[in-house]
């Protein structure tokens, strides 16, 4: 009977010991806390999206910043909080809605801004630009983040998408680097015929099936077409757009994408490109490190992969191959409600402009900021994006970030839909259509 | 103590806390959702008020009626699982070999969160790589279905691991029901030569009875306003195949930004469950409850 009654007996003296021990703890770390208040610490709230694990390179490079600021401004402490892209994404719209937003956070441009800006969550940083950073930053990139003449974000990247290919699947199957439309359906073809998946896309969230979408629209209606759209000047159903849709669904039924792709994540389809079991994948070079610089990516995969610019369709109105799909991806704001407003755009600027010098030689990414790349040591690829950009004749913002939410959401779904076959070119040409006429009224 | 309980003042003193802490947490928000409702609002910027505008928009919004009848269709699944359910109780009950073991391995997934769950799921069900579709290509199926984007398999392909989630907690609350009936009874019904279809039909369904009618609410309701799972691993997609009331809720007031909208659809959905309570109430309280 005695022992049996031990048991709970030991376990009611752990709880209780680990209580008193907790609370033995506890006021310790008040007590620092207080401490590093009545020095007249100042506490930075910063999120951002770059998490140990997925954007390793990105986040060394901004803990080192951070680092940095806080040895050069001892009365200031940055706190941080990270998450991936889409939960970043989807934290931040309900931190807004009860008015909880960190001092300084990262926010995409245009469609993606207006409504923060219109629920004046943001504040306007010219003055900081002004101050530190005026000719920084590659001439258009800054102004994605503009409304009404004020400048609300200071931009960090600079996206544009390429094709990137598994050099060593190409040589196996004594593929070229395509320059036409033509030519990249028979690499499609041949290695199908191979049973090798020619292209990952993960449409889960529509944004990775949109990219196919938007080169075509360029390269089959102009450059300027979907931009135009968004501007009212032109109609979301004109033929262009609908040839482009139709050639998605042509890449469908070619078999050109990974089976099941609108239920896998954009991670998940990178999976199938980062296994060698897909041998091209159409992104942004965000990715870029993954390619270059990552430390937990193989050397010998990064030795096979390359890039091209996406082909050229015959017949087309965009005959210029050095126009991109891309746009300016992550910039810095400030909430217009922090009680830190000064400082945290001071530290947000010193953020910008170090990250313009460290992100080029650390992570491999492009910031938005001017590189000068003399005497750097840089992975090659990176120098010939570089150089690309320089000679770019024009970069279309993504549709979905130019697009209001409702629109963007609209068209994910609808992306989602052509890629599954579940509506016919038209349909999607229409939806949208009749979305973007609605808001206009 | 009876004095405590006699002095009315010191009832109302004891209840306050409760009390207030409920209508802070649920009842006042749930009035103001229905009053958002009537509101044109993004989230953050100025409120305008639009009267009954968003309501009557959402009787007219197929796409919240297919989302409804998505969210139906999952309380129709998991009301008849509780079916199954408490077959595996009545035979864990029944003093049988390894009955202990097996209760541990249905409780399992009740362990995991709904996240570890769906993350889980999503690998098995990979078009390519996934588990289930190795093994279907292996016995030689070639085209294996394409679990999570096919619109017209996806809301199955989804249900399964939400039945298999709450397995573990309606068997242990039948399992707990089943052990309340008294031994007697039923020592002195096989006595008198009935057999165990018989005691089983006969004694201890009547008798867990009331168990079951409550499990049935919670099953139904629960499905109604199920989120986790479908969120995390189609997020309602592709293109809404997959979307059930609260997604479409969450999909409107934090992806669009109606949050007016949004606090439309989410009063609505506190009225359709409202009235599924109402009305299974009202359907399995014709009898007196059993008693032996």
Same mark, same amino acid.
């Given at each position: 009977m005695n022992k049996k009654k031990a048991l709970p007996i030991i376990v009611v003296l752990v709880v209780m010991l680990s209580l008193a021990l907790s609370g033995c703890t506890s006021p310790d770390n008040s007590a620092s806390g207080s401490q590093g208040a009545s020095n007249g610490q100042t506490v930075i709230k910063f999120m951002h999206l770059w998490p140990e694990g997925s954007s390793n390179a990105q986040y060394t490079i901004v803990n080192k910043i951070i680092q940095d600021y806080e040895k050069q401004h001892p009365d200031i402490k940055i706190q941080t909080e990270i998450l991936g892209n889409d939960q970043y994404r989807e934290k931040l719209k309900v931190l807004a809605s009860s008015n909880e937003l960190p001092d300084v956070g990262m926010t995409w441009s245009d469609g993606f801004l207006k409504p923060y800006v219109e629920g004046q969550l943001f504040t306007p940083l010219d003055d900081v630009i002004d101050a530190n950073?005026?000719?920084?930053?590659?001439?258009?990139?800054?102004?994605?983040?503009?409304i009404d003449g004020k400048t609300y974000g200071m931009p960090l990247e600079l996206n544009i998408s390429y094709i990137f290919y598994n050099k060593e699947l190409f040589k196996k199957y004594n593929l070229q680097v395509p320059k036409t439309y033509s030519e990249f359906k028979n690499i499609v073809k041949t290695l199908n015929d191979n049973g090798v998946i020619p292209a990952a896309v993960g449409n889960k969230e529509g944004w990775p099936g949109s990219f196919w979408f938007m080169y075509l629209a360029d390269r089959i209606g102009g450059p300027t077409l979907l931009t135009d759209v968004i501007h009212g000047?032109?109609?979301?159903?004109d033929p262009a757009i609908v040839k482009a849709a139709e050639e998605v669904q042509s890449l469908v039924d070619m078999n050109t994408f990974e089976k099941g792709?609108?239920?896998?994540?954009n991670d998940e389809a990178k999976g199938y490109f980062m296994n060698e079991q897909a041998a091209m994948f159409l992104t942004?070079?965000?990715?870029?490190p993954n390619y270059t610089?990552?430390?937990?990516?193989?050397q010998a995969f990064k030795d096979k992969i390359g890039y091209f610019k996406f082909p050229l369709y015959e017949?087309?109105?965009?005959?210029?191959?050095?126009?991109y799909v891309g746009g300016p991806g992550v910039g810095l704001f400030v909430a217009e409600?922090?009680?830190v407003k000064e400082q945290a755009k001071d530290f947000a600027a010193f953020l910008v402009k170090e990250w313009g010098d460290k992100s080029v030689t650390d992570a491999g990414v492009i910031p938005a900021t001017k590189v000068d790349t003399a005497g750097k040591k840089l992975d090659p690829m990176y120098v010939e994006i570089l150089k690309d950009l320089s000679s770019a004749s024009n970069v279309t913002t993504y549709f979905d970030t130019q697009a209001s939410p409702n629109v963007a959401e609209l068209h994910h779904d609808l992306i989602a839909a052509l890629f599954g076959k579940q509506i016919t070119p038209q349909q999607f040409v229409q939806q949208t259509a009749a979305a973007l006429a609605e808001e206009s009224n | 103590m009876k004095a405590v309980m006699s002095n009315k003042s010191a009832i109302a003193l004891y209840v306050l806390p409760a009390l207030l802490l409920i209508l802070i947490i649920i009842y006042i928000p749930l009035v103001l959702t229905g009053y958002y409702g009537m509101m044109d609002w993004k989230g953050f910027a100025p409120m305008k008020f639009i009267g009954l505008d968003n309501y009557n928009k959402l009787i007219h919004d197929s796409m919240f009626w297919k989302s409804t009848y998505h969210s139906v269709l999952l309380g129709i699944c998991s009301t008849f699982s509780l079916l199954i359910y408490l077959a595996v109780s009545m035979v864990l009950a029944?003093?049988?070999?390894?009955a202990n073991l097996f209760r541990k391995i249905y409780l399992?997934?009740?362990?995991?969160?709904s996240v570890a769950i769906a993350q889980l799921w999503s690998k098995i069900y990979d078009? *390519?790589?996934?588990m289930l579709n190795h093994l279907l290509t292996s016995i030689g199926i070639q085209n294996p279905p394409l679990w999570l984007s096919d619109p017209n398999i996806v809301l199955f392909a989804i249900f399964v691991p939400i039945v298999w989630q709450y397995a573990g907690f309606y068997i242990i609350i039948y399992y707990a029901a089943l052990k309340n009936v008294s031994e007697e009874v039923i020592e002195a019904a096989t006595i008198d030569g009935a057999t165990p279809w018989q005691v089983a039909s006969r004694i201890k369904l009547p008798l867990i009875s009331p168990v079951f009618k409550v499990t049935i609410i919670l099953a139904l309701v629960g499905s109604l306003k199920y989120f986790d799972l479908i969120f995390v691993m189609t997020g309602g997609g592709p293109n809404h195949a997959s979307e059930v009331m609260a997604s479409y809720m969450y999909g409107e007031a934090f *992806?669009?930004?109606n949050f007016g909208y949004g606090s439309a659809v989410g009063f609505a959905l506190l009225l359709i469950c409202l009235l599924m309570t109402w009305l299974i109430r009202k359907l399995t309280t014709s009898g007196e409850d059993v008693q032996y």
């Amino acid at each position: 009977m005695n022992k049996k009654k031990a048991l709970p007996i030991i376990v009611v003296l752990v709880v209780m010991l680990s209580l008193a021990l907790s609370g033995c703890t506890s006021p310790d770390n008040s007590a620092s806390g207080s401490q590093g208040a009545s020095n007249g610490q100042t506490v930075i709230k910063f999120m951002h999206l770059w998490p140990e694990g997925s954007s390793n390179a990105q986040y060394t490079i901004v803990n080192k910043i951070i680092q940095d600021y806080e040895k050069q401004h001892p009365d200031i402490k940055i706190q941080t909080e990270i998450l991936g892209n889409d939960q970043y994404r989807e934290k931040l719209k309900v931190l807004a809605s009860s008015n909880e937003l960190p001092d300084v956070g990262m926010t995409w441009s245009d469609g993606f801004l207006k409504p923060y800006v219109e629920g004046q969550l943001f504040t306007p940083l010219d003055d900081v630009i002004d101050a530190n950073l005026k000719d920084n930053f590659i001439p258009g990139v800054k102004e994605s983040y503009a409304i009404d003449g004020k400048t609300y974000g200071m931009p960090l990247e600079l996206n544009i998408s390429y094709i990137f290919y598994n050099k060593e699947l190409f040589k196996k199957y004594n593929l070229q680097v395509p320059k036409t439309y033509s030519e990249f359906k028979n690499i499609v073809k041949t290695l199908n015929d191979n049973g090798v998946i020619p292209a990952a896309v993960g449409n889960k969230e529509g944004w990775p099936g949109s990219f196919w979408f938007m080169y075509l629209a360029d390269r089959i209606g102009g450059p300027t077409l979907l931009t135009d759209v968004i501007h009212g000047k032109r109609s979301f159903d004109d033929p262009a757009i609908v040839k482009a849709a139709e050639e998605v669904q042509s890449l469908v039924d070619m078999n050109t994408f990974e089976k099941g792709n609108s239920g896998l994540s954009n991670d998940e389809a990178k999976g199938y490109f980062m296994n060698e079991q897909a041998a091209m994948f159409l992104t942004a070079t965000w990715e870029l490190p993954n390619y270059t610089t990552s430390p937990d990516v193989p050397q010998a995969f990064k030795d096979k992969i390359g890039y091209f610019k996406f082909p050229l369709y015959e017949g087309g109105k965009g005959t210029d191959i050095n126009s991109y799909v891309g746009g300016p991806g992550v910039g810095l704001f400030v909430a217009e409600n922090s009680e830190v407003k000064e400082q945290a755009k001071d530290f947000a600027a010193f953020l910008v402009k170090e990250w313009g010098d460290k992100s080029v030689t650390d992570a491999g990414v492009i910031p938005a900021t001017k590189v000068d790349t003399a005497g750097k040591k840089l992975d090659p690829m990176y120098v010939e994006i570089l150089k690309d950009l320089s000679s770019a004749s024009n970069v279309t913002t993504y549709f979905d970030t130019q697009a209001s939410p409702n629109v963007a959401e609209l068209h994910h779904d609808l992306i989602a839909a052509l890629f599954g076959k579940q509506i016919t070119p038209q349909q999607f040409v229409q939806q949208t259509a009749a979305a973007l006429a609605e808001e206009s009224n | 103590m009876k004095a405590v309980m006699s002095n009315k003042s010191a009832i109302a003193l004891y209840v306050l806390p409760a009390l207030l802490l409920i209508l802070i947490i649920i009842y006042i928000p749930l009035v103001l959702t229905g009053y958002y409702g009537m509101m044109d609002w993004k989230g953050f910027a100025p409120m305008k008020f639009i009267g009954l505008d968003n309501y009557n928009k959402l009787i007219h919004d197929s796409m919240f009626w297919k989302s409804t009848y998505h969210s139906v269709l999952l309380g129709i699944c998991s009301t008849f699982s509780l079916l199954i359910y408490l077959a595996v109780s009545m035979v864990l009950a029944s003093r049988i070999k390894g009955a202990n073991l097996f209760r541990k391995i249905y409780l399992i997934p009740m362990l995991l969160s709904s996240v570890a769950i769906a993350q889980l799921w999503s690998k098995i069900y990979d078009p *390519s790589n996934g588990m289930l579709n190795h093994l279907l290509t292996s016995i030689g199926i070639q085209n294996p279905p394409l679990w999570l984007s096919d619109p017209n398999i996806v809301l199955f392909a989804i249900f399964v691991p939400i039945v298999w989630q709450y397995a573990g907690f309606y068997i242990i609350i039948y399992y707990a029901a089943l052990k309340n009936v008294s031994e007697e009874v039923i020592e002195a019904a096989t006595i008198d030569g009935a057999t165990p279809w018989q005691v089983a039909s006969r004694i201890k369904l009547p008798l867990i009875s009331p168990v079951f009618k409550v499990t049935i609410i919670l099953a139904l309701v629960g499905s109604l306003k199920y989120f986790d799972l479908i969120f995390v691993m189609t997020g309602g997609g592709p293109n809404h195949a997959s979307e059930v009331m609260a997604s479409y809720m969450y999909g409107e007031a934090f *992806s669009k930004y109606n949050f007016g909208y949004g606090s439309a659809v989410g009063f609505a959905l506190l009225l359709i469950c409202l009235l599924m309570t109402w009305l299974i109430r009202k359907l399995t309280t014709s009898g007196e409850d059993v008693q032996y």
